[in-house]
């Protein structure tokens, strides 16, 4: 994983065409090279495993990971894909929401808290992570809370043996805390250095084919559950609000932006520019960067008219 290629000479060249050199970049940085999409198998058929709101099936497609800055490995993709090594992309469609409505719903289940903070607390982050995104000016998505009902959530933990539901519950949906274990069992070796992570899971036809209802070239998005991993000090080490403002993000199709840079002296992580985006978590960051709202604007500055 740790291929480190030394593109010195570019490094000043990336400084003055990208944002500004938001992080200082020194001679001792070395670029990190941004990992492989990894491609996976679920441990159950990857065909039709939940059912979407009009009784249409959906499958879990693709996972997006973020690592905290002293891990051997920066967040990745992640693809559940019987299908060879094809990389897809996947967005919300008009029309398609379980809710029955254009604007984005979001659920939080209380069933799974973190062992560090009381619920309340960790809520609280999540609303104003989302509100964050609503605030967004270039798009009008109204998101919107749907009140708990305290029966646990997830497709993908249900499929993994630690619970849930393969309802659709809300378009967005904060499944809560889970043990290391969850995290070890979905991504192997790779588990222990997931702080969070997004999964995407998509609609499927009556032929368990994937659908792009508005021909975007991106098959329909059905939800989007978020996990966090309890393995992690929510308390004192990771902040709730900045990595759930991440994941949100991932919620709302956006992908993982920026370059890592490593310290050859220090071995300390960077990211440039930085953003709520990055693929690592380098510590509290509750506002979007010019990045992150540009890459909103440009999946959401026109929907539903898209
Ligand atoms: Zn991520």
Redesign the pocket.
Same mark, same amino acid.
Do not use: L, P, R, S
């Given at each position: 994983m740790n291929h480190f290629s030394t593109r010195l000479a570019g490094l000043a060249a990336l400084c003055l065409l990208t944002f500004g050199c938001q992080q200082e970049i020194s001679v001792a940085d070395i670029a990190l090279a941004t990992p492989e999409p990894i491609y996976a198998q679920l441990p159950v058929s990857t065909k039709s495993l939940g059912k979407g709101a009009d009784g249409s099936s959906v499958r879990i497609a693709m996972a $997006?990971? #973020?690592t905290p800055a002293d891990a051997d490995e920066i !967040?990745n993709r992640v693809f559940f894909n019987d299908r060879g090594n094809k990389q897809l992309a996947y967005d919300f469609a008009p029309g398609t929401s379980g809710d029955g409505t254009d604007a984005i719903s979001y659920y939080i289940d209380a069933t799974r808290p973190s062992n560090d903070l009381p619920l309340g607390q960790t809520s609280d982050a999540i609303d104003r992570a989302m509100t964050t995104w609503d605030d967004a000016t270039c798009s009008d998505l109204d998101i919107f809370r749907i009140p708990a009902t305290g029966q646990p959530t997830g497709l993908v933990s249900a499929v993994y043996g630690y619970g849930g539901s393969t309802d659709y519950v809300a378009d967005v949906v904060h499944n809560g805390w889970l043990p290391g274990a969850f995290f070890s069992k979905v991504f192997g070796s790779r588990g222990k250095n997931v702080l !969070? #992570?997004?999964f995407t899971l998509v609609l499927l036809d009556a032929n368990g084919r994937e659908v792009d209802t508005n021909n975007d070239g991106k098959s329909d998005v059905a939800w989007r559950e978020i996990y966090y991993n309890d393995r992690f000090n929510w308390a004192t080490s990771i902040d709730v609000e900045t990595i759930a403002l &991440? $994941?949100a993000?991932?919620g709302l199709s956006q $992908? &993982?932006f920026g370059k890592g840079f490593r310290n050859t002296k220090t071995g300390e992580v960077k990211y440039s520019p930085r953003a709520v985006?990055?693929?690592i978590y380098s510590g509290v960051q509750t506002t979007v960067a010019g990045t992150d709202n540009a890459g909103h604007c440009s999946l959401w500055g026109s929907w539903p008219n898209k």
């Open positions: $997006e990971f #973020v !967040g !969070g #992570v997004t &991440h $994941e993000g991932h $992908e &993982h985006m990055n693929a």
